[in-house]
């Protein structure tokens, strides 16, 4: 009987958007051929939007309906602070 144990990744990073630094929490999915985050983050009015990350052939992109502009418009810097993170992981692993 083999048992493989997999690593849960999740994590939570401070990014600035629309002005504000704001608490991103991270959850790594199990795929294939992707890296594909679950992402939530705290609203002003603490409404939770949540939506996915994704890397597919070296592009990150967002994957979520009515993303709030201060979310998409800041994209490059989740993408870019979700890249060094992962470097962190795999370093680890």
């Known amino acids: 009987m083999h048992i493989e144990f997999i690593k849960a990744i999740q994590f939570s990073l401070l990014i600035k958007t629309d002005g504000r ?17 679950t992402v939530n983050v705290c609203t002003e009015r603490d409404n939770r939007i949540f939506f996915q990350v994704e890397k597919a052939d070296d592009e990150w992109s967002l994957i979520g309906k009515d ?4 979310i998409t418009e800041n994209a490059d810097a989740i993408f870019s602070a979700t890249e060094d993170e992962l470097k962190n992981w795999k370093k680890t692993a």
Do not use: M, S
């Open 21 to 37: 630094l704001r608490e991103y929490n991270f959850r790594k999915l199990k795929t294939q051929g992707t890296e594909l985050f």
């Open 67 to 70: 993303l709030p502009k201060w």
